[in-house]
């Protein structure tokens, strides 16, 4: 929801109509990614702080320096924070700005992946490995090797194999690796080196993992989303094209891949056979929350459909102070998904 509307909004009566409620309240959380490991649930936010940087849209106010892992019984209990799983000065090569993480379990061992700001300026990806859900994680001494931009999401397929996906325009710096090097031009700029609204947007990336989980198993590949002729959609596209949070789930053996739009904030979803996509376009799962930005996961628990999100109505509409929240998500006998509204009208 544009921040400019959030002057004139009662915060009283929003959370009145809000159809599910912050699942902590201790601290500020945001862009959670939900999984089910051995009977419980184990959401991975990020955390935000006020951390008294400017407001631009490369994200600066966004400085969040360290994870901790909120853990529920159910989704109707209560949810417990972990405290700190792993912090900035832990990790050798990132210098600030620890954003949307997400997790993975293979083998007794947790894996934590998550994006920084290296000391060059540039968001690289890194992983930690924890004995525990919870952590503490230690950090790998280096970044994943050929990883770039933010907000990784790993997905388990049913044979075994992990994937990645990743990628986020503006202050992500997706759209500087057009060219398959950082294009550090036009630093200050957000917008810089985007395609035209006329051009293909930019696409998120996948790559499979290597066994250990540690690597990439190869390089990675664009994402196509298509509209429904088949067509790339195009940057002018803005409530449909990717802009950032990649999430991958799979339901009745199709793939879901879903992800925010940015600036005109819905959670969308496209359709494949593989993977790797093509993906056609769906629909929207989630309507604009309050606080500009929305990030999500989708997460099954016990046979039911969730959605994991996060809005600023605990801070009143303070874009960077964010609160997660989890919500049902229901199919269609089609396979699309029916939409949420956070506010009930």
């Given amino acids: 929801m544009p921040e400019d509307s959030i002057e004139h909004i009662d915060f009283d009566v929003l959370n009145e109509k809000a159809i599910s ?25 990020s955390h935000d702080v006020d951390a008294g940087e400017a407001f631009d849209d490369l994200g600066s106010h966004f400085a969040m320096e360290d994870y901790h892992v909120i853990s529920m019984d159910n989704v109707n209990s209560e949810a417990i924070d972990n405290g700190v799983a792993l912090h900035v000065d832990d990790v050798a090569w990132a210098e600030k700005q620890m954003w949307a993480p ?10 934590l ?14 992983v930690a490995v924890s004995d525990s859900p919870t952590g503490p994680f230690t950090p790998q001494p280096e970044a994943i090797k050929d990883s770039f931009s933010i907000d990784p999401a ?14 986020g325009i503006w202050g992500g710096q997706l759209q500087r690796w057009r060219k398959g090097v950082f294009n550090a031009e036009q630093p200050e700029s957000p917008t810089a080196h985007l395609p035209n609204d006329d ?4 696409l998120p990336f996948v790559a499979k993992m290597r066994d250990d989980l540690l690597e990439f198993a190869e390089k990675p590949k664009a994402i196509e989303i298509l509209d429904k002729n088949g067509d790339l959609l195009l940057e002018g596209d803005k409530d449909r ?16 891949f879903s992800y925010s739009t940015g600036d005109t904030h819905f959670i969308c979803y496209a359709i494949g056979d593989s993977p790797y996509g093509p993906f056609t376009y769906g629909g929207r799962i989630l309507n604009p929350v309050v606080g500009w930005t929305s990030h999500h ?32 998500i229901k199919y269609n006998d089609d396979g699309s998904i029916q939409t949420l509204n956070p506010y009930k009208i």
């Fill in 113 to 126: 992946y998550f994006p920084a700001k290296g000391y060059d300026g540039i968001f690289r990806i890194g």
């Fill in 21 to 45: 409620k912050p699942l902590v309240k201790n601290i500020y959380t945001a862009d959670p990614s939900a999984h089910y490991f051995n009977g419980k649930i184990y959401i991975y936010p």
């Fill in 297 to 328: 996961s989708v997460c099954e628990v016990e046979g039911k459909w969730y959605l994991f999100y996060h809005d600023s109505s605990l801070s009143k509409g303070i874009t960077h102070l964010r609160s997660i929240k989890v919500a049902e």
């Fill in 241 to 256: 094209r990717f802009f950032e949070a990649a999430w991958l789930h799979k339901y009745n053996g199709k793939y879901y």
């Fill in 102 to 111: 997400d997790a993975a379990h293979k083998n007794g061992k947790y894996y």
């Fill in 154 to 167: 790993v997905f388990e397929d049913e044979d075994g194999s992990y994937y990645m996906y990743f990628g």
């Fill in 199 to 202: 051009e293909p947007a930019l």
